[in-house]
Structures are given as C-alpha cells and as structure tokens.
C-alpha cells in the first residue's frame, strides 16, 4: 500500500479507539446525568418533592403522582418534531382536572438563544400554567388560537403550542385516580 | 521581540482569528447571545484548537501532500467528539443548552487554518503556543460579543451562569434594564454587533499608526541626523 493510504488507515483507526474509549467511559455516567436531570425536573414541575411517583401501564409513558397515600395529579411525556430542529420532548404536570400545573422542557436541538424560549421557566412557558382544554385552545393567537408565539421562533412556539394540545388530549383518556400502589 | 510575545500580540489582537481574519463566524455569531454561552463555547475551542495544534504538529511528517487536508480533518473532527462527549458527562445542561454547537466547532475554520499555516509546520511547543493564543483570541471576542448583545438584547448580565457553576450561582444574574432591543438578539443584531468591534479595532489601529507617524514627524526626532 502507498504510505500515505497506510497513513490514513492508521490514523483513523487511532481515532477510532480514541473516541471508542472515551465513549466507553462517558457513556454511563451521561446515562446517569440524564436519569437524573429527569428525576429533579420532574420533582420540581410536580411542586411536591415528597411525591411518589408510580409510572403509567404502557404504552402511555408518564406518571400517576401521589402524596401521602392521596393522587396529586398525573404526569405526561410529550414531544414532538415539528419545531425547527430535531425532537422536542417535555413533561408535563397535570393535577385532577387536568389543569396544567407546570411543565418543562426536557431536551431539544432548537436554534440556541432563539429556540431558549422552550427552556424550563421561561416567561413563555409560565403562559401554560393554570390553563386546560375546557378553557383554552392550544393553538397560537395568530393562528386563532389562545397563546402568544415570540417573534423569531415561530416555528418553536407553534410546534410546543401544539404538542400541549395532544398531549392534553392524550391525557384525558388517563384514569385520573392512581393504581394502587405496589405492595 | 521574542516569539511568544508576537504569538500573543497575534492571536489576542493584530491576527485576531474573530475580529481580522473572521473566521469561525458560524459559532461566533450563533451562540453568542449570552455571556455564559459564548464563553462556554470560546473555551472549548480553546481546548480543542490546543489539541488538534499539538497532534498534527506531532504528526507533520506523515501529512503527505495528497492526504494532509483529510487527515488534518479526521483530528479535529475527533478532538471535537471527544470534547463533546465530556461536556455531555461532565457538563449536562451547558450540553442541553448548546450541544448543537459542540459538534459545528469542526466547522470553524480558526482549526483548519491555524493547522494548514502554523501547525504542520512547527515545532510542538511554537504549534501549542499558536492554538492558545488563537484560542484566547477567539475567546475573548466571543465573551465580549455575547456580553453586549445580552446587556442589549435580555438586559441581563451571566444568565444561565448556575449550568456551569451549580445552582448556587442561580441569583448571579444581573438585572441591567427592562427594555431589551429584540434584533441584537437575533442573528442581524449579531452581524451588526460584530461589525461594531471590527470597526471599533480598525478604529484604534488606524488611531495608534497615526500617533506613530506622528512621533516620527515631531521636529525633535528629524532633526536627530
């Protein structure tokens, strides 16, 4: 073989097991990382860092969330593909009438700085808080419906808007009373 | 004036990678809109443009001239998945934050041409030495650039600070004003702030070559021979 053929053969093969060790390393810890970055966002949407959370029967992924022995609320995954980039994938907590009580988003690939609209606390989200499908309709105001999208992130703010509204409406075929908890 | 000395004047001001040879404009002008953000990613290209330096200055004697483009590639490219991989383990939500923007590093051109015109053709040290001060150059103009449009475009100073410092750091943030300028948010605000430092730089080169040209005409110093 030519040695500069040789060459790049061995090189990218140093750089493969590089990165293969370094990923070897990183990958549970970052496994690790997300499990908890979940547990604490989920904790604090909830408002209840007491609670107990019992996970739903598939296929629906959330959480039946209780405390002292009493139901809360109920928690919902949703996401979505239709922003500008990527998947959007966010919790959402809902109490007994299927009112939101808070939300948050979990991961995106949003356009950094314009797409932060999305992040946990945002003046954008608190919009949600308190609102539910008997008084509301999750679609944005300049497309009739009753939210405010911010200028820039359009697409953002409309693909959230509407990933809440399926969500809300998945959410109602969830049996609001939690099961009973395992002995 | 010895070697390292004119590497720092370069990189820092006089060959500044950001302000004089505005390369890399894709992650300057697009992570930029917060201080925390843009230092974040200033500091890893830092890291990596030391690295990628240091490997291909090691390895000049195998970049042959029909795979040395490639090659020069394939060590950024790793160096950058590497890096973003310990970001992810080490710190996760700076990751959530401008994760997209770790792996387009491999497109910011400072890499590629700091190890085209310097690295390849220097020794270890001079090549570690170039991808600092190149490094910190890019650095300081990217932390200063996302610090004003965030005074401007949030009024608010190290938002977000508690991703890299731990929620302690959560009420840092400074509160400047209440009436923030949308589009220096945006990415024409970050042509137009950009464009500012540029003028701003040329400004006070053109100002010092005039107070030079000015000593050199000061009657004192003509009549000397």
Same mark, same amino acid.
């Given at each position: 073989?030519?040695?500069?053929?040789?060459?790049?053969?061995? !090189?990218? *093969? +140093?750089?493969? &097991?590089?990165?293969?060790? @370094?990923?070897?390393?990183?990958?549970?810890?970052?496994? =690790?990382?997300?499990?908890?970055?979940?547990?604490?966002?989920?904790?604090?949407?909830?408002?209840?860092?007491?609670?107990?959370?019992?996970?739903?029967?598939?296929?629906?992924?959330?959480?039946?969330?209780?405390?002292?022995?009493?139901?809360?609320?109920?928690?919902?995954?949703?996401?979505?593909?239709?922003?500008?980039?990527?998947?959007?994938? !966010?919790? *959402? +907590?809902?109490? &007994?009438?299927?009112?939101? @009580?808070?939300?948050?988003?979990?991961?995106?690939?949003? =356009?950094?700085?314009?797409?932060?609209?999305?992040?946990?606390?945002?003046?954008?989200?608190?919009?949600?808080?308190?609102?539910?499908?008997?008084?509301?309709?999750?679609?944005?105001?300049?497309?009739?419906?009753?939210?405010?999208?911010?200028?820039?992130?359009?697409?953002?703010?409309?693909?959230?808007?509407?990933?809440?509204?399926?969500?809300?409406?998945?959410?109602?075929?969830?049996?609001?009373?939690?099961?009973?908890?395992?002995? | 004036?010895?070697?390292?000395?004119?590497?720092?004047?370069?990189?820092?001001?006089?060959?500044?990678?950001?302000?004089?040879?505005?390369?890399?404009?894709?992650?300057?002008?697009?992570?930029?809109?917060?201080?925390?953000?843009?230092?974040?990613?200033?500091?890893?290209?830092?890291?990596?443009?030391?690295?990628?330096?240091?490997?291909?200055?090691?390895?000049?004697?195998?970049?042959?001239?029909?795979?040395?483009?490639?090659?020069?590639?394939?060590?950024?490219?790793?160096?950058?998945?590497?890096?973003?991989?310990?970001?992810?383990?080490?710190?996760?939500?700076?990751?959530?934050?401008?994760?997209?923007?770790?792996?387009?590093?491999?497109?910011?051109?400072?890499?590629?041409?700091?190890?085209?015109?310097?690295?390849?053709?220097?020794?270890?040290?001079?090549?570690?030495?170039?991808?600092?001060?190149?490094?910190?150059?890019?650095?300081?103009?990217?932390?200063?650039?996302?610090?004003?449009?965030?005074?401007?475009?949030?009024?608010?100073?190290?938002?977000?600070?508690?991703?890299?410092?731990?929620?302690?750091?959560?009420?840092?943030?400074?509160?400047?004003?209440?009436?923030?300028?949308?589009?220096?948010?945006?990415?024409?605000?970050?042509?137009?702030?950009?464009?500012?430092?540029?003028?701003?730089?040329?400004?006070?080169?053109?100002?010092?070559?005039?107070?030079?040209?000015?000593?050199?005409?000061?009657?004192?110093?003509?009549?000397?021979?």
């Amino acid at each position: 073989m030519k040695p500069a053929a040789l060459t790049l053969v061995v !090189a990218a *093969l +140093a750089a493969a &097991l590089l990165i293969g060790f @370094i990923s070897e390393w990183a990958k549970p810890v970052i496994k =690790t990382n997300q499990v908890n970055y979940q547990e604490q966002v989920l904790r604090e949407i909830v408002k209840a860092p007491d609670a107990i959370l019992v996970p739903f029967a598939e296929p629906q992924t959330g959480y039946y969330v209780t405390r002292s022995g009493s139901a809360i609320g109920t928690l919902h995954k949703v996401s979505t593909h239709q922003g500008y980039n990527g998947s959007i994938d !966010a919790w *959402l +907590a809902l109490d &007994l009438t299927h009112s939101i @009580i808070n939300l948050a988003t979990l991961t995106h690939q949003e =356009t950094p700085g314009i797409g932060d609209i999305i992040h946990r606390g945002s003046t954008w989200l608190n919009q949600f808080v308190d609102t539910g499908l008997t008084d509301y309709r999750y679609t944005l105001r300049r497309d009739g419906g009753d939210f405010d999208h911010v200028t820039g992130a359009t697409i953002t703010s409309r693909a959230y808007v509407e990933m809440l509204g399926q969500g809300l409406v998945h959410a109602r075929a969830i049996k609001l009373e939690a099961r009973d908890e395992p002995e | 004036m010895n070697p390292s000395k004119s590497q720092a004047l370069e990189g820092l001001w006089q060959n500044n990678p950001a302000l004089v040879q505005l390369l890399g404009l894709c992650p300057l002008l697009a992570v930029s809109q917060t201080l925390v953000t843009s230092f974040t990613l200033g500091v890893i290209t830092l890291l990596v443009l030391v690295w990628a330096n240091a490997i291909i200055s090691l390895i000049q004697r195998w970049l042959f001239e029909d795979i040395r483009l490639p090659l020069q590639i394939l060590v950024i490219a790793t160096m950058v998945t590497a890096a973003d991989q310990l970001m992810q383990a080490l710190f996760f939500e700076m990751h959530q934050r401008i994760g997209l923007f770790i792996a387009l590093i491999v497109t910011n051109c400072t890499l590629l041409a700091r190890a085209e015109l310097f690295a390849r053709r220097n020794r270890l040290g001079l090549a570690i030495a170039d991808g600092f001060w190149m490094g910190l150059g890019f650095l300081w103009v990217i932390t200063l650039l996302g610090g004003i449009r965030e005074v401007l475009g949030r009024g608010t100073l190290l938002d977000g600070l508690s991703l890299l410092l731990g929620p302690s750091a959560d009420h840092w943030t400074l509160v400047i004003h209440t009436s923030p300028l949308l589009i220096v948010t945006l990415a024409p605000g970050a042509f137009l702030t950009l464009g500012l430092l540029v003028a701003l730089k040329n400004r006070m080169d053109i100002a010092h070559e005039s107070r030079q040209a000015n000593r050199v005409s000061d009657p004192i110093a003509r009549r000397k021979p």
